[in-house]
């Protein structure tokens, strides 16, 4: 098989979000990237499959900050090959980033062959214009699904069976023919631990590769007016006090809605 | 002058999804601010008996196919974008659940409209389209318009009031047929849950547990709490991912939707997905020791607290 | 009477001898040879500093026996044994060369008279010695104690040495008759005892048992390397390549990427380490001390080094290319022989090692191992997800590293950063302290106490990073050198004098794992803030204005007191303040672990556990009489004891307190 995965770095909202000057954008000073959970999800349903069938795991993804040790990482997880979309990118919505990655193909001179599959995470955060998924199978030509759990290859018939989610532990199966490109919501296992050590020893030998893609006509049809923090309204009234006193209260609540009887 | 409005219709294996109505509604409502008629369109193999219920629109286009009973986003985007070129819409409105995803954005690059995800609220003023956008599930909001305001929007569900789009009124419908086969997304089967023991959508009570319990033998603790006050148990995504309860008993975006008359969340930490499955509840109760928890923004009552200090003492209290 | 002249079964005695020497030493040393090529190929590790230090260990550890001697009764016998042995095998020696080589000019040890003397002495003494272990073994054996074949094997064996030693003294008593044996006290006493037997056969008796006494000490020589009595041999040398003084850093030696990716066969742990399975003698003082083991978990520090040794013996030898018995049977070290469980329930409390007679190293073992699990990813999902916040934000929490000094805005007064402006004491405050909201009020108080006290002193605020501790014992080196560098780095831009800790953990790799500044280790420039206060109030600059007067306990952190032997600090403060303190029944170095160390406090319970250590702790403290609160000195502590209050029921019958809670009221 041979598997490409995008990666997206997000912004990280342990730290508080703050607006920034203009109004309509983040600031950027104490802001922080970390990859998208489910981009890491696809990584390891990527590794999972080539230990099941073999072939090879490409990881693409843009310059960003904290990208570098998310690329290494890739690697010492057991990825193949690395690559780095060198730019400033900032601002870039999922319309333009999957432009940008349908052209790493061609950039890289490679193929969308009969065994190709694309991984992306099946959703992220920050997608204002939507995910970039769909975007890039529409780009490439690719048959895609989303929200998926599981792939398995059936290599005779060069086809993927995969596991979507629906509601209420509802889930589909679905065949694919590839190329295909696949929104992953979460792999067969988590991601798997990789010792810092072995990053870190990765960082000293291996290089990412890079490829220039110039950058595609990166106009956004949606404008932003606004962002904003929203208000905390809405909150829940506080019960307060020493245990005795809160199972006290709640009782009485039970009793007030009917709950229990009086 | 403003193009109508269209509503991509959404079902579950022949239940018409909520979405579906919160779109009505708040389609209903912007139809008739700017005087255009607003139409609906719906796929699948009963797409004739569920297009019976979409009254609130002033017409349904209706493709009667099994193949399309879970819409292919390559064929419905093919569909949308021909209607779209017919009737010049101004808003198309998609659902932003599993079962639409990736709709959106493959009509968008085929109809060249652009595509707003996670919407929380449409307005309109003079004859300019407003939206607002949530990011970051939920911390950040947009508000956002469209230059050339005409759109392709996802409803980020739970946004709008679901009775503003039921109506018992029958729309005049416009059959269609399928204009091309989906060869290359083949659906096989469903997989249903495990029969649970327990149908948490049917139960007036539920106490929650969330990654909050820490170990699987905590969950007997919620066990007696639920039985002191007549429900059952359920959970967030983490308890079930570490297979603490079974599939049957999530609640959220992914597992069920229920509107019990309590809602007892314990160490939940009501993340949107969470939120999602929930919020309609009758009392919500949470407890958590973080007081920032997104849960508190979801329940009616909070107790910012150890869950161990509370619920035993509470139990005792059931019980006498 | 010489044994040696004498013809047995028509061949020379000599001969016969030789004969026998060469097989019990062919035996004796094919096994030693193989055990010692074994350690020559495994991993190297320099253990010949402080030669000095090393040498003193064998005085007081080998020859003083000084840790047989905390449990009295088997401590008194076994020294008296180990010194009958001394002598015995002294003695043996002596005399084998002359036997051997008749035409030495010395006599034999039986032939002076004051060895004949001590041999009475000692005969009889480890004689009872023996019998006092053997009743113990059968009708009170200690927990843990392993009562197998080889035990007794050995004890008929020396029980042998001894008889065969006083019979042969007495015929020989009888032999040369009564008016040379009334010269020596031995002698008569001997004559007396045996003046039953007739002189005729007195001597033949005699050389009879000499020959004896040489077979069972040849048979015991041959037979010891493959026994648990290899012991005697090892441990010596395990003592003297003992860690000196305590086992309080866990420095790698050698190639950082080799060392980091730990042990998963015998060949990659270092030769001190596979000697301590040579070198245990089973006895179970380990085991009777793990906190681990006495909740329920499976983890018995005794079996991890048996572990180590069934697979040095499986896998080892096969590899030299020997013969094992059933060559498809050589099972995996971890996930065979040793469980995962087994390894991640431990707490490294270091009760096993401080008890441990021989000087045994069970942590680095089991941290070795726990290196390999994490260098293949093999961990479970929660400490999986502490590592990586760890990684990325620096603390256990996941929370953001920039509100690592959030609990400073509680204060009145504003604490001086130390990355900006020189101090005194740079605190190093902690994840726990600092993040912890149960905790951020004790570290609030602890903050105005230093105020108050005139103190000036500085925080490193987000520059401060996970001391590393416990990451390093979780075996996460390469997460433990990122969080060293980030830590270095800070304090590398700050002036001060000394670093003061509030947590064991802190304190235990600060002082013994960073190099600071000048490239020496921090010894003396890193102090517990218990000895700080105790500095304090001693000299009069922290004024005790109010004594408290209530009756406490006090709880010995194992990374204070066992690690670092810091014990009478924290009770001169207490005893400063006013507070009246009875003593916990295990207290000092035989404190009980509150179970959160080695990263515990970062994992699930097992399903099945009897009784957490906190909770037999808690239990502890609630029986003393009239005490009103457990005192702590490590964050840490403070949870896990106020967690254990209420799963035991006892919430409301003793308080839990940090000594700064004590000290703060005190100078009110």
């Known amino acids: 098989m041979d598997i490409v995965v995008f990666l997206k770095m997000v912004p990280d909202v342990v730290e508080e979000l703050v607006i920034g000057d203009t109004g309509k954008s983040l600031d950027t000073q104490f802001l922080r990237m970390k990859l998208n959970d489910p981009d890491d999800y696809s990584l390891e349903e990527a590794l999972i499959l080539k230990e099941k069938y073999g072939g090879t795991v490409t990881v693409v993804a843009m310059e960003a900050p904290e990208v570098d040790e998310v690329l290494f990482t890739a690697l010492a997880k057991g990825a193949d090959r690395i690559v780095k979309i060198p730019g400033d990118w900032t601002g870039i919505q999922a319309p333009g980033i999957a432009k940008l990655l349908a052209s790493y193909f061609s950039s890289a001179n490679r193929q969308l062959g009969p065994e190709t599959l694309v991984l992306l995470g099946s959703q992220a955060i920050d997608d204002l214009e939507g995910e970039v998924a769909p975007y890039l199978s529409e780009i490439l030509g690719a048959p895609y699904i989303g929200v998926i759990t599981g792939i398995s290859l059936d290599a005779g018939k060069k086809k993927i069976n995969v596991i979507k989610e629906f509601a209420g532990g509802l889930r589909g199966e679905f065949e694919l023919s590839l190329p295909a490109v696949i929104g992953i919501q979460a792999a067969e296992k988590p991601p798997r631990y990789v010792p810092v050590a072995k990053v870190r020893s990765i960082m000293k030998t291996a290089k990412i590769e890079t490829v220039d893609i110039t950058a595609p006509e990166i106009t956004s049809a949606v404008s932003v007016d606004k962002m904003f923090i929203p208000e905390a309204g809405g909150k829940a009234k506080m019960i307060e006090g020493p245990p005795e006193q809160i199972s006290s209260r709640v009782i009485e609540l039970l009793k007030e809605c009917g709950i229990l009887r009086r | 002058m403003s193009g109508p409005i269209l509503i991509l219709a959404e079902h579950l294996k022949g239940e018409i999804a909520d979405i579906t109505y919160e779109m009505l509604g708040i389609g209903r409502k912007l139809a008739d601010e700017l005087k255009v008629p607003l139409h609906s369109i719906v796929f699948g193999k009963d797409a004739e008996s569920i297009a019976t219920h979409l009254g609130v629109s002033d017409s349904v286009f209706v493709l009667n196919n099994p193949q399309m009973d879970i819409p292919s986003p390559d064929v419905a985007s093919n569909i949308l974008k021909n209607l779209i070129e017919q009737k010049a819409y101004s808003l198309v409105l998609i659902g932003g659940t599993n079962v639409s995803t990736g709709i959106g954005p493959k009509l968008s690059i085929r109809s060249g409209l652009p595509f707003v995800n996670f919407c929380r609220n449409i307005w309109v003023k003079d004859v300019t389209f407003g939206f607002t956008s949530q990011l970051f599930g939920g911390k950040i909001l947009s508000d956002i318009s469209l230059p050339g305001n005409r759109g392709i929007i996802s409803i980020y569900p739970g946004s709008f009031p679901s009775n503003a789009g039921k109506s018992d009124k029958k729309p005049p419908i416009e059959m269609l047929s399928l204009p091309v086969e989906e060869t290359k997304v083949v659906f096989k089967q469903y997989i249903e849950p495990e029969a649970g023991d327990v149908d948490i959508t049917k139960q007036d009570v539920l106490v929650s547990v969330g990654r909050g319990i820490s170990n699987a033998d905590n969950i007997a603790m919620a066990e007696e709490l639920a039985t002191a006050l007549g429900g059952a148990v359920c959970a967030s995504r983490p308890v079930i991912d570490q297979g603490w309860l079974p599939l049957s008993r999530q609640v959220g975006k992914s597992g069920m939707t229920v509107k019990p008359k309590l809602y007892f969340a314990l160490g939940v930490s009501g993340a949107p997905e969470h939120a999602e499955g929930m919020k309609d509840s009758g009392l919500i109760l949470a407890i958590n020791t973080d007081p920032n928890a997104p849960i508190f923004s979801v329940a009616h009552y909070g107790i910012c607290a150890d869950l161990f200090d509370i619920i035993p003492p509470l139990i005792e209290k059931l019980k006498t | ?668």
């Open chain 3, 1 to 668: 009477m010489d044994p040696i002249q004498i013809n047995i079964i028509g061949i020379p005695g000599l001969i016969l001898f030789w004969v026998i020497t060469l097989i019990a030493f062919g035996l004796f040393g094919k096994r030693i040879t193989k055990l010692i090529k074994l350690l020559m190929r495994a991993k190297p590790e320099n253990r010949f500093d402080n030669l000095g230090k090393r040498i003193l260990s064998l005085f007081t550890f080998v020859l003083g026996q000084k840790r047989l001697l905390h449990e009295y009764v088997i401590g008194v016998a076994h020294f008296l044994i180990f010194w009958g042995f001394l002598l015995f095998a002294g003695t043996f020696g002596w005399n084998l060369l002359k036997w051997l080589f008749p035409f030495l000019p010395y006599p034999y040890a039986d032939e002076v008279g004051i060895i004949r003397i001590f041999f009475v002495i000692f005969s009889i003494l480890v004689f009872l010695s023996l019998a006092v272990a053997t009743i113990r073994r059968i009708f009170f054996p200690p927990a843990h104690l392993q009562k197998t074949m080889d035990a007794y094997i050995i004890i008929t064996m020396i029980s042998l040495v001894v008889l065969t030693t006083l019979l042969g003294l007495g015929f020989r008593a009888v032999a040369v008759g009564h008016e040379e044996a009334s010269l020596n006290p031995a002698d008569n006493l001997l004559f007396s005892v045996f003046s039953g037997t007739s002189k005729n056969s007195a001597s033949g008796l005699f050389l009879f048992m000499m020959w004896m006494h040489q077979l069972v000490v040849l048979g015991f020589l041959a037979y010891l390397p493959y026994s648990k009595h290899l012991h005697l041999l090892a441990s010596p040398f395990g003592v003297f390549f003992a860690n000196t003084d305590q086992l309080n850093s866990l420095d790698i030696s050698g190639s950082k990427e080799e060392t980091s990716a730990g042990a998963s066969q015998w060949n990659e742990f270092t030769w001190r380490q596979l000697l301590n399975s040579f070198a245990c003698a089973e006895c179970g003082r380990c085991d009777r001390v793990c906190p681990a083991l006495t909740s329920g978990f499976k983890l018995s520090p005794r079996e991890i080094i048996h572990h180590l040794k069934e697979h040095i013996l499986e896998a080892g030898f096969s590899s030299n290319g020997n013969k094992v018995s059933g060559d498809n049977r050589i099972r995996p070290l971890i996930g065979g022989i040793v469980s995962e469980k087994e390894l991640w329930a431990c707490t490294t409390c270091l009760s096993c090692m401080e008890r441990c007679p021989v000087l045994n190293e069970h942590i680095p073992l089991i941290v070795n191992m726990r290196r390999y699990l994490v260098s293949q990813g093999t961990i479970d999902n929660t400490l999986q997800d502490v590592l990586t916040k760890m990684g990325r934000y620096g603390n256990s929490m996941g929370q953001s590293d920039r509100m690592r000094a959030k609990w400073t805005q509680g204060l009145d007064f504003k604490i001086t950063d130390a990355r900006k402006e020189s101090v005194e004491y740079l605190w190093f405050v902690g994840d726990y302290a600092s993040y912890d909201s149960r905790i951020q009020d004790i570290t609030r108080r602890t903050a105005k106490v230093f105020q108050k006290a005139g103190l000036n002193f500085g925080i490193l605020y987000e520059g401060e990073r996970n001391s590393g501790n416990d990451i390093r014992r979780v075996g996460e080196e390469g997460l433990f050198d990122i969080l060293k560098e980030k830590n270095l780095q800070a304090i590398g831009q700050s002036k001060y004098k000394k670093i003061i800790t509030t947590d064991p953990h802190t304190y235990n790799t600060l002082k013994n794992e960073y190099v600071l500044n000048s490239g020496t280790n921090g010894n003396g420039h890193i102090i517990h803030y218990t000895e700080l206060y105790d500095q304090l109030i001693r000299s009069g600059q922290l004024k005790i204005n109010k004594k408290i007067n209530s009756t406490i306990t006090y709880h010995d952190p194992c990374y204070l007191g066992r690690y670092n032997g810091i014990y009478d600090a924290p009770r001169r403060v207490l005893d400063a303040i006013g507070a009246k303190l009875i003593e916990m029944p295990r207290n000092r170095a035989k404190s009980y672990c509150c179970g959160a160390g080695g990263g515990r406090i970062w994992m699930e319970d097992e399903p099945g556990i009897k009784e957490r250590p906190s909770e037999s702790r808690v239990r502890e403290a609630v029986s003393l009489p009239g005490v009103q609160a457990l005192v702590v000195a490590c964050p840490k502590d403070i949870v896990m004891f106020q967690d254990a209050l209420k799963t035991t029921g006892n919430e409301g019958k003793i308080g839990i307190k940090d000594i700064s809670d004590l000290v703060y009221e005190a100078i009110d």
